[in-house]
């Protein structure tokens, strides 16, 4: 059974920092790549950075510079650093796993998502 569980979330101040975990069980972490997402009521989860299996991050335009992903192999987890939060952060942050094969769709995983509340 693959479970993605994460941890970190909260309320903090405008200009704050929180560190999001995501431990994965059930699934070779290290042949996935994974991510962290967010969604807001009435609007579509959005990327927001992404690590694949071998290291490589992309973070969404809109975090560049405050946020920073990582993962650890040995702990099969993945974390979210988030610096200078901005109330425009707040929303409900999921971790996806993602493994990609040949010749078929690839596995595709969740997290049951955490909020982070960024506000005065």
């Known amino acids: 059974q693959v479970q993605l569980v994460e941890s970190g979330g909260g309320l903090v101040q405008p200009g704050g920092s929180l560190r999001l975990s995501c431990v994965a069980s059930?699934?070779?972490?290290?042949?996935?790549?994974m991510a962290w997402y967010r969604q807001v009521p009435g609007k579509q989860r959005t990327l927001v950075a992404r690590?694949?299996?071998?290291?490589?991050?992309n973070l969404a335009d809109s975090v560049k510079g405050r946020f920073t992903i990582s993962r650890d192999n040995a702990r099969n987890t993945v974390y979210l650093e988030m610096n200078s939060l901005k109330p425009e952060d707040t929303a409900v942050y999921y971790c996806?796993?993602?493994?990609?094969?040949?010749?078929?769709?690839?596995?595709?995983?969740w997290g049951q998502g955490i909020q982070v509340t960024v506000s005065s």
């Open positions: 059930g699934i070779v972490f290290s042949a996935n790549a």
């Open positions: 690590i694949d299996k071998g290291g490589s991050a």
């Open positions: 996806n796993a993602k493994r990609f094969w040949v010749g078929r769709s690839p596995d595709d995983f």
